[in-house]
């Protein structure tokens, strides 16, 4: 048996938590540069507004309407995050993160017999008391399967109290031709659009014989699989959390638009420098890098190319900070041109390899002094929680240096903005 347990309008519940006055208020969170809604409440969902409408468009309508505007604020919503997951591993140790907000959980060696929905309840229970985050959960024989009882969990919280198992054919059924397509997982937009042109309207569609060989032309052995999970075989398992990534990437908007070369030169940096940071936290080395720039395509307009990008390999496997910056800079050099704006910037490492199995050269290799840098400069980050020692060409106010004109304390991961309380 399979859960998906999925918070409720993560980023607005988590401002609720420290913020306990909000509750039942109209509440929308804002993406990087608060360009645009990507998370709302359901009170803001009963008033119209629409998700991903970008913020200076609807800015208006969210002032005549009293709705409360936020800025993005990661380092809450991640530990947030961490703490929910934390709970979940307390139910069962097969726990498999699939995004800030949802997570699988798998329940092999429970009896058949067990009682499941109480089960959930009991999480559900324990996640609310415990750090104030409402979500919804779902069981069934699949993972896919416990995704279309997730929703029902969620669309119905009054009859399922927030918890729905399908562990029957009837309530399988069922479920599959409540599901309109476009809700199955793995199935989007333009697949939507495929699929209901050939008369596949319900997850149940999906299901029948006289379709397989359409869904293996247009989605090959990935369309089959999902067809089995439906079908309520299983054939995904949980992933490894602890598997180490294949590439790291780093991009961002600039907070406003740049055409200086050395303010570029200090984001590519400050990119390359994170990436640099992440790669050691997994005990890796990259040998390759991509930087990657993009025009302001509104600044010429005139059809040219915007999007530019170049990689290079090293000659050595690398997690220098010093040493990936260097390169990636010298790749910013040929790829920049001079009187254009840009609006992006990125930076992405790959062919990684485990720290350990790094190969050494005879006539070229890293200055080993790099390595213990590294290290104290690690061991201090991970003391303070901060990144306060940079390289010379990054800006020592600024990691992100985005436009947050909402943000809200960071109450658990900072010292400074921790919440206070008076006892009287």
């Given at each position: 048996?399979?859960?998906?347990?999925?918070?409720?309008?993560?980023?607005?519940?988590?401002?609720?938590?420290?913020?306990?006055?909000?509750?039942?208020?109209?509440?929308?969170?804002?993406?990087?540069?608060?360009?645009?809604?990507?998370?709302?409440?359901?009170?803001?969902?009963?008033?119209?507004?629409?998700?991903?409408?970008?913020?200076?468009?609807?800015?208006?309508?969210?002032?005549?309407?009293?709705?409360?505007?936020?800025?993005?604020?990661?380092?809450?919503?991640?530990?947030?995050?961490?703490?929910?997951?934390?709970?979940?591993?307390?139910?069962?140790?097969?726990?498999?993160?699939?995004?800030?907000?949802?997570?699988?959980?798998?329940?092999?060696?429970?009896?058949?017999?067990?009682?499941?929905?109480?089960?959930?309840?009991?999480?559900?229970?324990?996640?609310?008391?415990?750090?104030?985050?409402?979500?919804?959960?779902?069981?069934?024989?699949?993972?896919?399967?416990?995704?279309?009882?997730?929703?029902?969990?969620?669309?119905?919280?009054?009859?399922?109290?927030?918890?729905?198992?399908?562990?029957?054919?009837?309530?399988?059924?069922?479920?599959?031709?409540?599901?309109?397509i476009e809700d199955v997982w793995g199935i989007g937009f333009r697949l939507k659009k495929k699929m209901k042109t050939k008369g596949i309207n319900t997850a149940y569609d999906f299901?029948?014989?006289?379709?397989?060989?359409?869904?293996?032309?247009?989605?090959?052995?990935?369309?089959?699989?999902?067809?089995?999970?439906?079908?309520?075989?299983?054939?995904?398992?949980?992933?490894?959390?602890?598997?180490?990534?294949?590439?790291?990437?780093?991009?961002?908007?600039?907070?406003?638009?740049?055409?200086?070369?050395?303010?570029?030169?200090?984001?590519?940096?400050?990119?390359?420098?994170?990436?640099?940071?992440?790669?050691?936290?997994?005990?890796?080395?990259?040998?390759?890098?991509?930087?990657?720039?993009?025009?302001?395509?509104?600044?010429?307009?005139?059809?040219?190319?915007?999007?530019?990008?170049?990689?290079?390999?090293?000659?050595?496997?690398?997690?220098?900070?010093?040493?990936?910056?260097?390169?990636?800079?010298?790749?910013?050099?040929?790829?920049?041109?001079?009187?254009?704006?840009?609006?992006?910037?990125?930076?992405?490492?790959?062919?990684?390899?485990?720290?350990?199995?790094?190969?050494?050269?005879?006539?070229?290799?890293?200055?080993?002094?790099?390595?213990?840098?590294?290290?104290?400069?690690?061991?201090?980050?991970?003391?303070?929680?901060?990144?306060?020692?940079?390289?010379?060409?990054?800006?020592?106010?600024?990691?992100?240096?985005?436009?947050?004109?909402h943000l809200s304390p960071k109450y658990t991961t900072d010292f400074k903005e921790i919440i206070k309380v008076k006892c009287r």
């Open positions: 048996m399979y859960a998906l347990v999925d918070c409720n309008n993560f980023y607005a519940s988590c401002e609720r938590v420290f913020q306990p006055q909000l509750n039942g208020k109209p509440i929308v969170i804002l993406s990087n540069n608060d360009g645009c809604i990507i998370s709302r409440s359901d009170e803001a969902k009963a008033l119209g507004i629409p998700m991903g409408a970008p913020e200076f468009q609807v800015r208006q309508e969210l002032k005549e309407k009293n709705i409360l505007v936020f800025s993005s604020n990661y380092p809450l919503y991640g530990d947030l995050s961490n703490r929910v997951m934390k709970i979940l591993e307390g139910f069962t140790p097969h726990v498999e993160p699939y995004s800030i907000d949802e997570a699988f959980l798998n329940f092999d060696g429970f009896k058949s017999d067990f009682d499941f929905n109480d089960y959930g309840l009991q999480m559900k229970r324990r996640i609310m008391k415990w750090i104030s985050i409402p979500v919804s959960i779902g069981f069934a024989e699949t993972k896919a399967l416990s995704k279309v009882a997730n929703k029902i969990a969620r669309k119905f919280p009054n009859q399922t109290k927030g918890v729905y198992v399908i562990d029957t054919e009837e309530k399988r059924i069922k479920a599959l031709k409540w599901t309109k299901t029948l014989p006289q379709y397989e060989n359409f869904i293996k032309t247009i989605m090959g052995v990935t369309g089959l699989r999902l067809k089995s999970e439906l079908e309520g075989k299983s054939v995904l398992t949980l992933d490894d959390p602890t598997e180490d990534k294949k590439s790291i990437a780093i991009t961002r908007m600039f907070k406003t638009k740049l055409s200086n070369f050395d303010e570029i030169k200090e984001r590519v940096s400050t990119f390359a420098a994170v990436c640099a940071e992440k790669l050691r936290k997994q005990h890796s080395c990259c040998h390759s890098i991509i930087v990657m720039l993009i025009k302001d395509k509104h600044h010429k307009n005139d059809g040219s190319r915007i999007y530019f990008s170049q990689m290079e390999t090293l000659p050595f496997a690398s997690n220098s900070s010093l040493t990936i910056s260097n390169a990636a800079i010298s790749i910013l050099k040929k790829v920049y041109q001079e009187g254009e704006r840009y609006s992006k910037a990125g930076v992405i490492v790959t062919g990684i390899i485990p720290e350990n199995q790094k190969q050494f050269h005879l006539f070229e290799e890293e200055n080993p002094k790099h390595l213990k840098l590294m290290k104290v400069i690690d061991k201090f980050h991970a003391k303070t929680g901060e990144r306060k020692i940079r390289l010379g060409n990054q800006d020592l106010q600024h990691t992100w240096k985005m436009k947050q004109e």
